[in-house]
């Protein structure tokens, strides 16, 4: 609260009168009894700035009353004096007494009948002569501290008003002018003091009770205003002066704020509902100075009539943004609040469901240890049931003080989470269960420790399953072990093979040796005795008879079928041990069918045949290997003339329906072959005619060998053929890649 | 032409008697000269100091082998020119091929007639008869160039 009426400027004019008594007691006369005598005049200039330097009452009445005795003679004197609001004179200062006689002496100003109240209401000067003890007179006389002797009772007054208080001083001498103008100058000192005293004792309990008020007012959160009736702004609680008053220290902009809430605040004042009613209540759009936002206040105003200051207008506004804010804010926190219960009881209850589901016990721990939540495993652990025997109650306990021992281990460690092993009995059978407990620390965000967290595993699957895997380990390893030796055996076996192939390619190696040497020794001697069987058939030792050269005959071609002999024999051994390599090469059929005719020219011209050939010029090129081709149909056409007494024999080359296929075919008109023997003929050593005497020579070997590298080839030999209707046969070639 | 003034000399080399002098009888009575070796370090030495006209060459020999013999005859300035037929009872075909590597001119498999082997030896000649003319004319048209 601001006070606009400043208290100091009364106590100026105070000092402003004493300051004028002086003066007045200085060049004033009219006031002086003592005009001529200078050494008074000086003596009362004294006792007045001895007044002006004194302010408290009982300090300036002593020193008066002293100034008294000084100049006037007066041995022994006192003053009353009423202070405001009280109802007795009291002794405010004395000369000449001792202080304990004068402690209690006080009149009552309701005592009319005792003559000094009496002198105080009438103002008259009174003299009480001295008396005896006896004398009726005593009843008018007042108590006073002079008992019996006589003395002065002068009222102090200063001019038409009641006096402020009595002087009383002992003594017969008559009054003078002197002791007039010292009532006088005490009389309005002390009306002064008085004064003073009163009003600033009014003033302190006045100030006291405002200040309370202003603190009170300042208390209060809602802008509480006092404006006259323009306007203006007469006092404001701390609240309104943030809106309502800016220094010129603030910034501008909120210079600005304050007056246009100045502005709208005088306007709404000056509404005409306040002058008719009295009162007034609406809704007011302020800005706050602060941060410039828009602050809705409901104003209520009051007209106050005071007779001293006018009329005034008293203003609270109330935040009702605030009000509405807060009341949406409380509503919309009871609906979250409604709902984050009702999400609470439903997750809560969601979650119980879950941990009772668990198999695995969990039990979760308060910081003191205590349990304060299990799910139905951890209960069948450690809870007791209604009348469970005493031995289930034992183990229950016994598992309680095993998980306690692990719980408390985890409280007093610093870890977050422990894994330990706790060894529990089921309660109901007593059967071992080993389990493994996992326990995590739960935290508040402080760090502040609310619950430990349990959940024990049961380690019997995972025992057993260690040993199920011991058992799959000891079985895989025998296993393993088996498939080592197994492998090893086959390695083993391998090795083997690898040797009997290593020596199989070795006998074929030697055997393929031996042929050749078996060859070269057959040739040897064969080579001399057809030699010198021709040379004796030339005759180049001389001329010899027809019978002898008969027999040189069969010696020479017998000596020939050995030789074919050998040399199927050694063809088809060397088919068999493979070193007759496929050597392809690409030819055409008819310069082939032309050579073999050249090469067996000479057996030709000596069977006497008809030779015919048909093949086509333009017959495809074919792609094989040419000195097999070319062997298969030697032996064909040999065959073919060597079966055939007489006719013909036919060489015919086709271009088969197939893509890339030729067939050869060799068709003579000989003795034929019936079709049971169509197979046998391609047997080793099968001529048809076995018999020592047989009609045909040859080995027999012929179109076995034929067949064997018709197949190297990828080839196939054929044959149509009736006993006494010849035969045809065929080679098929297919076009090798 | 070249006249003959002598007939042609026939190195036969085979270390089997029987082959050998056979085959000699018979070249004679064709009208050859014949020189025999037995092994192949003779048929190195007679090729030298006989100047034969063609070298019938047994391949299996003992000592030196005909395959040996051959490369280093063909490997003598003097003795290069000679045809070498190689006449052998070995009749599979990489025997025929080494032979030819060896440096042989012709391959002759036993058992060969007697008449046979003339023929061989003819065609032997004449193919170096027409090599012969060849070198000769072309050396003719250097002379006169």
Redesign the interface.
């Given at each position: 609260m601001r006070h606009y009426a400043p208290n100091s400027r009364r106590r100026a004019v105070a000092l402003r009168d004493v300051a004028k008594a002086a003066a007045m007691a200085r060049g004033n006369r009219r006031f002086s009894p003592w005009v001529e005598s200078t050494p008074i005049e000086t003596a009362k200039l004294e006792l007045l700035e001895g007044f002006l330097n004194r302010s408290e009452l009982a300090d300036c009445t002593d020193y008066a009353l002293q100034w008294l005795a000084e100049y006037g003679g007066v041995q022994q004197s006192l003053c009353l004096a009423r202070r405001e609001g009280e109802t007795t004179l009291t002794t405010v200062g004395s000369y000449g007494f001792r202080q304990a006689s004068l402690s209690n002496f006080a009149v009552s100003v309701e005592d009319w009948r005792n003559p000094l109240v009496q002198i105080l209401a009438n103002r008259r000067h009174t003299f009480f002569p001295a008396v005896s003890s006896s004398t009726p007179e005593r009843r008018r006389r007042p108590s006073t501290p002079f008992q019996s002797t006589a003395f002065h009772v002068l009222p102090l007054r200063t001019g038409s008003d009641e006096g402020v208080g009595l002087l009383v001083w002992g003594g017969t001498r008559r009054v003078t002018p002197e002791i007039e103008w010292f009532g006088l100058s005490l009389a309005m000192k002390l009306a002064q003091m008085l004064r003073r005293l009163a009003l600033s004792e009014g003033d302190r309990k006045q100030e006291y009770e405002r200040s309370l008020l202003r603190a009170i007012v300042n208390a209060v959160t809602d802008p509480i205003l006092l404006t006259d009736p323009e306007g203006r702004l007469l006092i404001a609680n701390a609240r309104a002066r943030t809106l309502f008053v800016a220094s010129e220290e603030e910034s501008e902009g909120r210079r600005g704020a304050v007056a246009m809430n100045n502005m709208l605040l005088s306007s709404a004042l000056s509404s005409k509902a306040i002058e008719e009613t009295g009162a007034m209540r609406r809704e007011l759009l302020l800005v706050n100075p602060v941060d410039g936002s828009d602050l809705l206040f409901e104003l209520l105003s009051t007209v106050t009539e005071d007779a001293r200051y006018g009329t005034g207008i008293v203003s609270i506004l109330r935040n009702v943004g605030d009000l509405r804010r807060a009341t949406e804010q409380i509503e919309e926190n009871y609906r979250k609040m409604r709902l984050a219960e009702m999400q609470a009881r439903a997750e809560r209850d969601r979650l119980n469901l879950i941990i009772d589901s668990v198999a695995d016990p969990i039990i979760v721990t308060d910081a003191s240890g205590s349990t304060s939540l299990m799910n139905d495993p951890a209960e069948r652990l450690f809870a007791t049931r209604g009348g469970a025997a005493p031995t289930e109650q034992r183990r229950v306990q016994a598992n309680d003080a095993h998980f306690s021992s692990f719980i408390s281990g985890m409280l007093l460690s610093d870890d977050q989470r422990r894994v330990g092993e706790v060894n529990l009995t089921d309660p109901a059978n007593g059967e071992a269960m080993p389990f493994e407990a996992i326990a995590g620390k739960m935290l508040t965000e402080q760090g502040e420790l609310t619950a430990v967290v349990s959940i024990l595993h049961d380690r019997r699957e995972a025992l057993e399953r260690a040993t199920l895997y011991e058992q799959l380990k000891q079985a895989s390893d025998e296993l393993e072990r088996k498939v080592h030796a197994a492998t090893a055996d086959i390695a083993q076996q391998n090795e083997l093979l690898r040797r009997q192939a290593f020596e199989l390619e070795q006998a074929s190696a030697l055997k393929s040796q031996f042929l050749a040497n078996m060859s070269h020794e057959f040739r040897t001697p064969l080579n001399a005795i057809l030699g010198y069987t021709s040379m004796l058939q030339q005759g180049v030792a001389g001329p010899i008879d027809a019978p002898i050269k008969r027999h040189l005959a069969r010696v020479a071609s017998n000596g020939q079928h050995l030789l074919s002999i050998i040399n199927e024999i050694l063809d088809i051994s060397r088919i068999e041990a493979g070193r007759m390599p496929l050597q392809l090469s690409k030819f055409k059929v008819p310069d082939l069918v032309g050579e073999v005719i050249a090469e067996l020219d000479s057996i030709i011209r000596r069977s006497k045949l008809e030779i015919v050939t048909d093949v086509p010029k333009d017959l495809r090129i074919i792609h094989s290997d040419r000195q097999k081709v070319k062997q298969i149909l030697l032996n064909l056409l040999s065959n073919a003339i060597k079966f055939t007494p007489q006719g013909s024999v036919t060489i015919a080359a086709r271009a088969q329906r197939g893509p890339k296929c030729v067939s050869i075919s060799v068709t003579d008109t000989g003795i034929g072959i019936a079709s049971e023997d169509h197979q046998r003929i391609f047997e080793d050593f099968k001529q048809l005619d076995n018999s020592p005497t047989r009609a045909y020579g040859g080995t027999g070997l012929g179109l076995s060998i034929c067949r064997r590298l018709a197949d190297i080839i990828g080839g196939e030999i054929t044959v149509r053929s009736q006993p006494g209707k010849g035969s045809t046969f065929t080679l098929t070639l297919s076009h090798n890649r | 032409m070249k006249k003959k003034t002598r007939n042609p000399i026939v190195l036969l080399v085979d270390d089997?008697p029987?082959?050998r002098e056979?085959?000699a009888?018979?070249l004679e009575?064709s009208g050859y000269e014949i020189v025999q070796a037995g092994n192949g370090v003779e048929a190195i030495e007679r090729a030298i100091d006989s100047h034969p006209d063609v070298i019938l060459m047994d391949l299996?020999l003992p000592v030196m082998d005909g395959w040996e013999a051959t490369r280093r005859l063909k490997a003598d300035d003097r003795t290069k020119h000679i045809p070498v037929l190689a006449v052998?009872?070995?009749?599979?075909t990489g025997v025929s091929n080494d032979a030819k590597a060896a440096g042989c001119d012709g391959f002759i498999?036993?058992?060969?007639?007697?008449?046979d082997l003339v023929g061989e030896i003819k065609k032997a000649l004449a193919r170096v008869e027409s090599a012969d003319t060849k070198n000769r004319r072309s050396g003719h048209a250097k002379v006169k160039a």
């Open positions: - | 089997y029987d082959a056979m085959y009888e018979y009575f299996s052998t009872g070995h009749a599979l498999t036993k058992p060969c007639l007697p008449e």
